[in-house]
């Protein structure tokens, strides 16, 4: 490809993405959504005027990278610590239960796998796609709402920040096992090291940002060295512990996330990300999305794959709500609010897709997760709480 035809792709990903955006933004929607639409439109589904190259592969996964690494600096570790047994417990069940229930429903529609086999490992990763929470949505809903900083707002927030930690250490185990090289041992053992290294080598380079942050605040040298670090823990997490480098991503933002120059970190990394990374990397996924292999069955996975995400949500966190003393209406809340999905579906989807544990063809379900759980969450909770509230009205309280 001649280097000119790059600078075309790029004004053409971004002019779309934008206008798709703000298109799903009008309809209440997710604005990933409206970009993964761009790029469906764009791909070879429909139009065929784009198509995934090396180049916007490799922008793309930089995307990924900054994606993750705001979402460690988007991370209240003071809250995360203080959340307490019960945030824990729910995020633990959020995650074991659509793990469990995603590996099954691949299974039955593709067959029982043994273990170690490459379908098991597609299965198990198919479940581990649903383990992601997106929070963001229901947040925008619960503060709409005014119930953001109620019981159940604050419950749903920290449940899912753990969450997202907990599927992203799944994530890390699940490509390490896929690995032909690894061994069960070597895989826990790797990881066990890496998040030593992490949490001994982090608090280290906290003690010298802060140094820094607090000699040169709110002076653009910070930002630069902070993104020279996620993209140097990224690499050595890949390298040297065959680690996802989205981990090792998540890992530098939250080690920096506590800096009191945090939100100017963040901002600048957003600049990045929203004008050019993020933008590619979604309408990448729409690129990359392919059609050839619906038919009935296909189809039908589909409906599966987001009627058992959804419900696994549901199931999980509801239950073990009801089980820490809260009603069962706050449950269902509860377990209602854990059951969006978004960018980190996508980005685990994505790093699997690169490592051969799915193809493209998934993409559908998941970019269809992502749809009906954005739209279907905000009314749900709106109709539990005024339920709530009629209650509360008829018996006068």
């Known amino acids: 490809m001649e280097t000119y035809e790059i600078l075309k792709d790029l004004a053409i990903i971004l002019f779309f993405a934008k206008f798709f955006a703000v298109v799903a933004k009008h309809f209440k929607a997710p604005q990933v959504v409206g970009e993964i639409i761009a790029g469906l439109i764009l791909g070879p589904c429909v139009l065929g ?3 995934q ?3 916007i592969t490799e922008m793309a996964e930089i995307g990924v990278i900054l994606l993750m690494f705001s979402a460690g600096l988007d991370t209240d570790l003071k809250e ?9 417990l729910i995020a633990c069940f959020g995650v074991f239960i659509p793990l469990i229930l995603g590996t ?8 029982f796998a043994p273990w170690g086999s490459d379908e098991f490992y597609k299965a198990v990763f198919t479940g581990t796609i649903m383990t992601a929470t997106s929070v963001s949505i229901t947040v925008a809903s619960l503060q709409e709402m005014g119930k953001i900083k109620s019981k159940v707002g604050t419950t749903i927030v920290s449940a899912a920040i753990i969450d997202d930690v907990i599927g992203i250490i799944v994530l890390t185990f699940v490509i390490g096992f896929k690995d032909p090289a690894s061994h069960p041992t070597s895989v826990i053992w790797k990881t066990i090291v890496f998040f030593a290294v992490a949490l001994v080598g982090g608090y280290i380079v906290y003690r010298i940002f802060s140094m820094l942050d607090k000699r040169y605040p709110h002076t653009r040298r910070i930002p630069i060295v ?9 690499y050595v997490a890949e390298k040297y512990f065959g680690i996802a480098d989205i981990t090792g991503a998540y890992v530098a933002g939250i080690v920096l996330c506590n800096l009191s120059d945090n939100e100017y970190i963040e901002r600048k990394m957003d600049v990045s990300s929203y004008m050019l990374f993020g933008p590619i990397f979604f309408v990448s996924i729409g690129l990359k999305t392919s059609f050839d292999s619906m038919d009935i069955h296909f189809l039908a996975f589909c409906i599966g794959f987001v009627v058992v995400a959804l419900l696994a949500k549901i199931v999980g966190c509801g239950l073990i709500s009801r089980l820490c003393k809260y009603n069962w209406s706050d449950s269902l809340k509860i377990g209602v609010g854990m059951m969006t999905r978004g960018e980190v579906a996508l980005i685990i989807s994505q790093k699997g897709l690169s490592t051969g544990l799915i193809s493209a063809d998934y993409f559908t379900a998941v970019i269809l997760l992502i749809l009906i759980s954005s739209i279907a969450t905000p009314l749900l909770l709106e109709l539990l709480y005024a339920r709530d509230e009629k209650h509360l009205k008829s018996a006068g309280v």
């Open 49 to 51: 005027l784009l198509h």
């Open 53 to 55: 190259t090396d180049f």
């Open 80 to 88: 995360l610590i203080k959340t307490g047994p019960v945030a824990l």
């Open 104 to 111: 099954i429903l691949y299974m039955g529609f593709y067959g």
């Open 226 to 234: 902070s993104l020279a670090f996620c993209l140097l823990l990224s």
